[in-house]
């Protein structure tokens, strides 16, 4: 059972996500956020952060998979040079206790 609905934490280049579960019966539950995002040409970084694990895809490519289980801790980080329009993917799972993960880009 969900003690809240995930909900997108800011506008722009930013998703978050933040719920809980109180049923145990709910790990192993895999959220999977997607958007198309237009970027000017440059560089960006990409960050991620989740307890537990998180994967990023850009235009289907595997660019982040820290696919573990984690405390939240760490924030995983990766610089890509784009231009464009681009299909972005943030997959994420939950192992046990509350739900968190979080991904934006500068």
């Known amino acids: 059972q969900l003690v809240e609905r995930p909900r997108p934490a800011g506008l722009g280049p930013r998703v978050g996500f933040r719920f809980a579960v109180r049923n145990r019966h709910r790990r192993g539950g895999r959220p999977r956020w997607s958007r198309q995002a237009s970027f000017t040409s440059g560089r960006y970084r990409f960050?991620?952060?989740?307890?537990?694990g998180i994967r990023v895809r850009v235009d289907?490519?595997?660019i982040l998979n820290e696919w573990h289980a984690s405390s939240g801790d760490e924030v995983y980080t990766v610089d890509l040079p784009l231009e464009g329009t681009h299909s972005v993917v943030v997959e994420y799972y939950e192992?046990?206790?509350d739900a968190r993960a979080r991904f934006w880009w500068t």
């Open 95 to 97: 192992q046990s206790g």
């Open 47 to 52: 960050y991620a952060w989740a307890d537990d």
């Open 60 to 62: 289907g490519g595997l």
